[in-house]
């Protein structure tokens, strides 16, 4: 069984930096791609960055580029979300996926973590 565990919301003011964190655990040989979605309020839920096993990062638009910078760490089976000069238009449920999960039972296993809540205050 695979879980996905987030970590690092919560409220900052306008301009201020948040880094999320998110750790996989089970029996994992492999993960294809990490990233980072979020949901706002009566919205959609939306990809803001992903990140492959070798590296490439893609950020979801304008929005966030230069604001935000996805890492990850493969032995650790770690991706991290580093958000600077945040705005209010940033609040949401940030939610973590991983995708393309090599286990001893599946080939492409997808998973979602439960969501962590940034509010980003005025």
């Known amino acids: 069984q695979v879980q996905l565990v987030e970590s690092g919301g919560g409220l900052v003011q306008a301009g201020g930096s948040l880094r999320l964190s998110c750790a996989a655990s089970?029996?994992?040989?492999?993960?294809?791609?990490m990233g980072w979605y979020r949901q706002a309020p009566g919205k959609q839920r939306e990809l803001v960055a992903a990140i492959n096993s070798g590296g490439s990062t893609r950020y979801a638009d304008n929005s966030v580029k230069g604001r935000f910078t996805i890492s990850r760490d493969n032995a650790k089976n770690m991706v991290n979300l580093q958000m600077n000069s945040l705005k209010p238009e940033d609040t949401a449920v940030y939610y973590c996926n991983a995708k393309g999960i090599h286990t001893p039972t599946d080939w492409n296993l997808e998973v979602w973590g439960q969501g962590t809540l940034v509010t980003v205050s005025s």
């Open positions: 089970g029996s994992i040989f492999s993960i294809n791609a």
